[in-house]
């Protein structure tokens, strides 16, 4: 198993990273939402200014971008980069305006669906127990705080709902993608800045090529200082701290740790916009951090401790535990099955439609 897949707070300042990452990543609302401009083009022109922001910053401390260039290994994996970084923002923006706002935070949520594969296959990261049970205790929360409609089966009848749904979900394994392409770069060894200014290169052409197909690269100037600040405060700055911590901390943590963006965005629409958030929605949002906050509890006495059978003494308050595991889930169901579900989804989407809408994702 490979070193450091039990997380524990030795690693408090990669995580730490992380999470401030991700809290930058929610504050593209703010930026995009001002810049008041179709959303392919802010997509397509973030990925121009972030592609120069890392190209410059490489220049400045002489990491030497044309080498980078010409390594051919090297570039392989920036451009690999940059195409998951493509589809992960094409397919967000794909998913949202073809189904329901609720779904594409949920579908988008499933990211971990593609990281825990890879990295076992890549770097042989086994992801712990608790880190699985963690991410699907998060997952489950997002639901509740999206109003996601995955188990209105009418929904799947329609081919555009259907369509998005798939465009959503491929967004996922694109932000996995991005994950994983930047965990592969730090265990490289690669220089960040040069791979990162290879990475939104392609990524810039590909959005443009998109934007221009299905949209049009037209911006007013009045948005291009918001569609900066978007590319430095909730793009670079958010990569570069990824970057950071992804040297020594595992895919599947990462991945998990991000799910917290949902959370935060949420909280920038109730604290800056004043939007509303449902009961149940509140009860979401426990849930993600419950589940993010789980694999860290008790990991240093599991790391510590040799794997052994359970003695007799502990069985009772480990089926303790379980019990209050399944409370939680079935109360959780149950407050699905009695809120209004009328309310709840306009409640819910009134709440996430910023992080929908204005948030493209890194991905």
């Known amino acids: 198993m490979a070193e450091g897949l039990l997380p524990t707070l030795r690693g408090g300042r990669d995580y730490a990273l992380v999470i401030l990452a991700t809290f930058a990543f929610a504050l593209m609302a703010v930026f995009t939402r001002a810049a008041d401009a179709p959303i392919l083009t802010v997509a397509a022109w973030r990925a121009v200014f972030v592609a120069l922001v890392f190209a410059g910053g490489a220049a400045a401390r002489g990491e030497g971008l044309g080498a980078f260039v010409r390594d051919r290994a090297s570039l ?4 690999i ?27 988008h949520s499933l990211s971990p669906l593609a990281v825990f594969p890879l990295a076992w296959w890549l770097f042989r990261e086994e992801p712990s127990p608790r880190a699985l049970a963690g991410t699907g205790v998060a997952v489950f929360g997002v639901a509740l705080i999206s109003g996601a409609s995955i188990f209105q089966f009418t929904h799947y009848a329609d081919p555009r709902f259907f369509a998005g749904d798939v465009l959503a979900f491929l967004s996922a394994l694109g932000y996995g993608a991005v994950l994983v392409a930047t965990r592969y770069g730090r265990a490289k060894d690669l220089p960040v800045l040069p791979l990162l200014a290879v990475a939104w290169s392609v990524a810039a052409a590909l959005l443009v090529v998109v934007a221009l197909v299905f949209g049009t690269l037209s911006m007013p100037l009045s948005g291009v200082p918001w569609v ?37 965005a ?43 059978a359970l003695s007799e003494a502990s ?17 959780g169901a149950a407050l699905v099955l009695v809120e209004d579900r009328k309310s709840t989804r306009l409640n819910s989407s009134h709440t996430v439609i910023s992080y929908a809408v204005f948030c493209l994702k890194k991905k």
């Open 228 to 264: 900066l600040g978007l590319a430095i405060v909730s793009t670079s700055v958010p990569f570069y701290l990824l970057n950071l911590a992804m040297k020594r901390l595992p895919v599947g943590i990462t991945s998990l740790l991000s799910m917290a963006e949902v959370v935060f």
């Open 315 to 331: 069985q009772p308050i480990r089926l303790a535990r379980l019990g209050l595991r399944l409370v939680l889930f079935n109360v």
């Open 266 to 308: 949420t909280m920038v629409g109730v604290v800056v916009y004043g939007e509303s958030l449902a009961p149940i929605g509140w009860v979401g949002g426990g849930l993600i951090a419950l589940g993010i906050a789980y694999p860290f509890l008790s990991a240093e006495e599991t790391e510590e401790a040799p794997v052994r």
């Open 76 to 79: 392989k994996v920036g451009v």
């Open 81 to 107: 980069y940059g195409v998951a970084l493509a589809v992960a923002s094409s397919t967000f923006v794909g998913g949202y305006a073809l189904t329901t706002v609720a779904n594409t935070i949920f579908f």
